[in-house]
């Protein structure tokens, strides 16, 4: 089917298309039912409810549907789109099911479907399939540009489409160590403010080749500067002056966006006591705080303890605000590690040239003293009592025993910190209630003499008889976990079911186990290898168990680097995900950080490739590095230089530019040609060269330095100066 054939049929809304999984076909291992809908697609089709629980799992809605394969009718079907999240348990999903096996029998990995909402007869769709290796899949490559889903073009103006708004530039008096401060994030145009003048002006640059940045990619920016140049302010500065600016920055400042390509510009000023600025082409209004519409989203691999205080509306996924929020009783969830497990299965793994890990490991601090596991939470003489009885029973759970020591060891940990959590301070009715039942539970329990494994089955049992009781299990409220999507009641609902089924579980998982300290400062992993069923466990296990303390989730078998990879890009894709409305202002502070020289070369090329299969809307990119190899990917319209480099610096032309070349310049080593260590005993060596008379020592000396030295030439401008100056000895 050609595509003009889409194009003059005005009976159909915009074609909107998705690259088909392995999954969404009728050939794939496993048994998933129907094709995912991704959200970024679920405006095409009729709008369900969100309203999950545990007795209504699946929202869903039949609508009539024809099949085409090219441009052959296979059949006409009635089916269910769904909306589904598993009791509220697991992310949420939309798919097609049922009567599409015409279709899905006919489909493979990496074909294409091609969506269309009829505009004429209500609830009518067509699917129409397009083989990967076909002339019509060649036809309309080019729109997909790599895309895994999207609008294949725009017609009719029958849905949204992404509103693409900039940021170009942000002056402020004042901000941390930035004074008198400018930013140009524009490689299109160049703004300054002279504030004695209180004028904006602008000169427009040249326009980068068609098709410089990838579909979606509006822009990119990178700003460079030594340490302590300001950089991570300058980042941190966009952000508040973007949102939330009322209450963040009380400086005179201004923020000028472009929107949809407009020649004119709008500028946004706070300013206490001056007149408002003026300047050609721009429109001046007061800043209200946020500007919209706009997404902002905040990457940083960097820990320092920093706390950012960004408004609500930006999405902050840096290091420091995930620790800072783990460190508040109410934010102990790891979502992290589930967006790591969705984004290990996708397409963008094998691109960005990641492994997979061959292993994860539950880390269990359950005896460690030196942590402390009675230093949060409420405590009592009974809960003293069971931890110290578990502790005393290492015959219960031998180490040769792994998986039942993996059972005991979590269950025993959720009783504890449940507990806890159910006697705190700031818990109410009635899960203090049922803190009071179990401590009658536990003196019971704890006099019957029964294992340790009929210990904990006893007391488990008779929490969830109590959250039952109490009508706990179908609490809405999120008072008590402050899951971010969950409720109380789904939540328990879920758990106890997990730990249930625990035993059964663990018996498919390869198991091993590592035990590091003794006594006080013990710690245990286990080490579970990544397989496919795992993969669904450890998903489980996430979502229930994630909130405990001294209990934690990481990777085997992937450097510092591929973690590094890993967390940003699935912290990046999960963010993009669910937005099609606005653009995306997306600022990453040393993204390329922890990365070896090869992978900080393929830095960007990767960083563009993920985020335009990612994104639904525009992304405008601003990145800080200190890596000449980002350097030399862009051109010096795209480069913000910090102070600190001369204006000679603006000068130099960076596109393609020799790596080699850029770290010898002036934004990178200078003078020096070497590191600084040997830099200064090469300089000793010289004037020990020059030297009229030298000793049998320091001729001796000066031998075994030329005989390490790498630069070949400076070994031989040394020796002549040698040979020279002692030519009589």
Request: glycine fraction near 6%; charge should be neutral; include cysteine.
């Amino acid at each position: 089917m050609k595509i003009d054939l889409l194009k003059s049929l005005r009976s159909w809304s915009a074609p909107v298309f998705k690259v088909l999984a392995n999954n969404d076909t009728g050939h794939a291992p496993g048994h998933q039912a129907g094709i995912v809908i991704p959200a970024a697609l679920r405006h095409v089709f009729p709008t369900l409810s969100d309203n999950t629980s545990e007795s209504t799992p699946t929202i869903e809605y039949r609508i009539n549907v024809e099949l085409y394969l090219d441009g052959t009718l296979l059949d006409k079907v009635s089916t269910r789109y769904q909306y589904q999240t598993w009791g509220g348990t697991r992310s949420p999903e939309s798919r097609v099911t049922d009567q599409l096996g015409a279709l899905r029998n006919r489909a493979q990995g990496g074909d294409i479907l091609i969506i269309q909402k009829s505009l004429i007869q209500n609830n009518l769709y067509r699917f129409i399939l397009l083989r990967k290796d076909s002339t019509a899949t060649e036809d309309i490559k080019h729109l997909i540009d790599g895309r895994r889903w999207g609008e294949l073009y725009a017609q009719n103006n029958l849905f949204p489409t992404s509103t693409e708004t900039k940021i170009v530039y942000i002056w402020i008096a004042k901000y941390k160590n930035l004074e008198n401060f400018s930013l140009n994030l524009s490689s299109g145009v160049k703004f300054s403010y002279d504030e004695e003048l209180n004028e904006v002006r602008h000169e427009v640059q040249q326009d980068l080749p068609k098709g410089f940045f990838p579909h979606r990619i509006e822009d990119v920016i990178a700003i460079i500067g030594k340490n302590g140049s300001g950089k991570s302010n300058a980042l941190e500065l966009i952000c508040n002056a973007v949102k939330g600016a009322k209450s963040s920055i009380f400086s005179d400042f201004l923020v000028i966006t472009q929107t949809d390509k407009s020649k004119r510009y709008n500028c946004f000023y706070q300013f206490k006591e001056k007149s408002p600025p003026v300047g050609k082409f721009i429109d001046f209004e007061p800043h209200s705080g946020n500007i919209k519409p706009l997404n902002v989203i905040f990457f940083s691999n960097v820990y320092d303890e920093r706390r950012n205080d960004f408004d609500n509306e930006v999405v902050d996924l840096s290091v420091n605000g995930e620790i800072f929020l783990k460190n508040r009783p109410q934010n102990r969830w790891d979502i992290t590690f589930l967006k790591q497990i969705d984004f290990l299965y996708t397409s963008d793994i094998e691109s960005l040239g990641l492994n997979q890990p061959h292993a994860a490991q539950v880390v269990v601090n359950a005896f460690n003293s030196r942590i402390g596991i009675k230093s949060l939470g409420a405590w009592s003489d009974n809960l003293d009592k069971l931890y110290n009885s578990i502790r005393r029973r290492p015959g219960d759970m031998q180490v040769k025993q792994i998986k039942n020591r993996f059972v005991s060891m979590v269950r025993f940990l959720y009783l504890m910190d449940i507990l806890q959590l159910f006697g705190s301070t700031r818990s109410k009715e009635p899960a203090k209630s049922i803190f009071r039942g179990m401590e009658k539970q536990m003196e019971i329990a704890l006099a019957s003499g029964l294992s340790t494994d009929a210990t904990l089955t006893s007391l488990l049992d008779h929490l969830q008889q109590l959250s039952e009781s109490e009508e706990l299990l179908r609490s809405s409220e999120r008072s008590l976990f402050a899951h971010p999507k969950n409720s109380d009641g789904q939540l328990l609902n879920a758990q106890f079911e997990f730990l249930t089924k625990l035993p059964d579980l663990v018996e498919d998982l390869d198991i091993s186990h590592q035990a590091d300290g003794i006594r006080n400062r013990a710690q245990e992993s286990f080490i579970i290898s990544h397989t496919e069923t795992s993969r669904d466990f450890l998903k489980d296990f996430s979502r229930t168990m994630s909130f405990i303390r001294f209990m934690s989730l990481d990777w085997v078998g992937l450097s510092s680097g591929q973690k590094a990879y890993l967390n940003l890009f699935s912290k990046l894709t999960s963010a993009l995900s669910g937005l099609s409305t606005a653009s995306v202002l997306l600022c990453i502070d040393e993204g390329d950080l922890y990365l070896h020289p090869k992978w900080q070369a393929d830095f960007l090329q990767r960083l563009l490739t993920v985020l335009s299969n990612s994104s639904n809307v525009g992304v405008q990119l601003v990145l800080t590095s200190h890596s000449p190899l980002l350097v030399s990917d862009l051109p010096r319209q795209n480069l913000e230089i910090m102070n600190g480099f001369s204006d000679a610096d603006d000068k130099i032309e960076t596109f393609g530019a020799n790596i080699y070349d850029l770290y010898a310049g002036p934004l990178f080593l200078g003078e020096l040609t070497s590191g600084l260590f040997s830099h200064l005993k090469l300089f000793e060596l010289s004037k020990m060269a020059e030297k009229s008379t030298m000793t049998q020592a320091e001729r001796k000396h000066v031998e075994n330095y030329l005989s390490i030295l790498g630069d070949e030439i400076l070994r031989f401008k040394i020796e002549n100066t040698t040979l020279q100056n002692n030519s009589n000895d």
